[in-house]
T-cell receptor, first 111, second 116 residues
Framework: QKEVEQDPGPLSVPEGAIVSLNCTYS??????FMWYRQYSRKGPELLMY????GNKEDGRFTAQVDKSSKYISLFIRDSQPSDSATYLC???????????FGDGTTLTVKP | DADVTQTPRNRITKTGKRIMLECSQT?????MYWYRQDPGLGLRLIYY???????NKGEISDGYSVSRQAQAKFSLSLESAIPNQTALYFC???????????????FGEGSRLTVL
């Protein structure tokens, strides 16, 4: 069983929709939870970062972490065609520096 | 200019050939990583280095080797390439000084390798 499981997608939504992207994990030592966005032919870039449980909001994006359920989510409100990308969840613990990634969910937002 | 530069960006080679992928960074970060990305399999860690004298295997190091020539340079070698090493390879760096986001990775733009 993988340490990090991500809803596979692909996901196609109309512009303006609310998008929910989800990951589950098995390693209770994870403390740092991240979402990366990867555009086609580019490297991933950090989009959202959360330490431990709770919510974090940044504009149209909200990251949620529920450590009791070992479940994390990324919500995108008022989705735009420019949000079309692959979204990767990632997790790490302590100062180890290594991150474990989900397999990614490819999102297409149609105008 | 990119902060994390990978060369070559694309390479086609034949089974059995030796291949080197190079990575250089201008971010001044101490930690560097090589990841492999396959469709539907996310990013998997091949090797990582916390400083010039520290090299560590990741989850899929078999068939690969690395060299940390300087703080800013980290190269990945395939001694005898095989078709199932066809993938997109990413170099990444991270900064673990106080005040930085722990675990945040800064990626290059990737090197697409095809082994025939």
């Amino acid at each position: 069983q993988k340490e990090v499981e991500q809803d596979p997608g692909p996901l196609s939504v109309p512009e303006g929709a609310i998008v929910s992207l989800n990951c589950t994990y098995s390693n209770s030592a994870f403390q740092y939870f991240m979402w990366y966005r990867q555009y086609s032919r580019k490297g991933p870039e950090l989009l959202m970062y959360t330490y431990s449980s709770g919510n974090k909001e940044d504009g149209r994006f909200t990251a949620q972490v529920d450590k009791s359920s070992k479940y994390i989510s990324l919500f995108i409100r008022d989705s735009q065609p420019s949000d079309s990308a692959t979204y990767l969840c990632a997790m790490s613990w302590g100062n180890a520096g290594k991150s474990t990634f989900g397999d990614g969910t490819t999102l297409t937002v149609k105008p | 200019d990119a902060d994390v530069t990978q060369t070559p960006r694309n390479r086609i080679t034949k089974t059995g050939k030796r291949i080197m992928l190079e990575c250089s960074q201008t971010k001044g970060h101490d930690r560097m990583y090589w990841y492999r990305q396959d469709p539907g399999l996310g990013l998997r860690l091949i090797y990582y280095s916390f400083d010039v004298k520290d090299i560590n295997k990741g989850e899929i190091s078999d068939g690969y080797s690395v060299s940390r020539q300087a703080q800013a340079k980290f190269s990945l070698s395939l001694e005898s390439a095989i078709p199932n090493q066809t993938a997109l390879y990413f170099c990444a760096t991270s900064d673990h000084r106080p005040g930085r986001i722990s675990g945040e990775l800064f990626f290059g733009e990737g090197s697409r390798l095809t082994v025939l």
